[in-house]
Structure formats: C-alpha cells, structure tokens
Nanobody, 115 residues
Framework: QVHVVESGGALVQAGGSLRLSCAAS????????MGWFRQAPGNQRELVVR??????QYGDPVKGRFTFSRDNAKNTIYLQMNSLKPEDTGVYYC??????????WGQGTQVTVSS
C-alpha cells in the first residue's frame, strides 16, 4: 500500500506562484508513473503533468508555466506553478502508479487563484 500526501495549496492572486509538494510513503524510484492532476468544480479531472518511462507530458493549459520536479532522497515530487490564472483554480491531486500497476491518489490540495 502506497500513501501520497499533497501540500502547498493556497489562495493566491493572478500572476502569482505556488509550489505544491507530494510526499510518498515509499521510494519514488519504484514508481512506473507519477504526476499531478486537477479538478475544478463541475469539471472532469484533467492532466497537469505526468512522467512515465522517462517521458514528461504537460497538459496544454499549463505548458510553459508549470514545472515538474522531484527529490528522490525525500520521496517527494513537486509542482512549481508560475503566472497563475483564475482558471487554474481547483483541487490538485498527486497520482502515482507502482510497479504492480496499482494506482494511488492523494486527498488533494486546494488552489484558488483570485483575479
């Protein structure tokens, strides 16, 4: 069983920045895939960024503004969000897939961008 816990969500003004963190209960080196998704009220959950097999994929709305990073020693992945827009508002979820192809989600962290 893998546990992932997000943190870092906050209320921020448009144009501002935030860094989200996702701490895993086991080594992130063992994961087949890791990433961030988000869900705005009334919308489906959508891809923010995902890394799998060494390939990094960003969702179109965040390209050039958001950056994925990782700290293997801390078993933590990050999402640096710059030039935030009101449409970035939503609950951000960390997602990992382990070597047994089991899918795990965190509880989410709220990001609210005011105009």
């Amino acid at each position: 069983q893998v546990h992932v816990v997000e943190s870092g969500g906050a209320l921020v003004q448009a144009g501002g920045s935030l860094r989200l963190s996702c701490a895993a209960s086991t080594s992130i080196l063992s994961f087949l895939a890791m990433g961030w998704f988000r869900q705005a009220p009334g919308n489906q959950r959508e891809l923010v960024v995902r890394i799998s097999g060494g390939s990094l994929q960003y969702g179109d709305p965040v390209k050039g503004r958001f950056t994925f990073s990782r700290d293997n020693a801390k078993n933590t992945i990050y999402l640096q969000m710059n030039s935030l827009k009101p449409e970035d508002t939503g609950v951000y979820y960390c997602n990992v897939i382990d070597k047994d192809y089991m899918n795990y989600w965190g509880q989410g962290t709220q990001v609210t961008v005011s105009s």
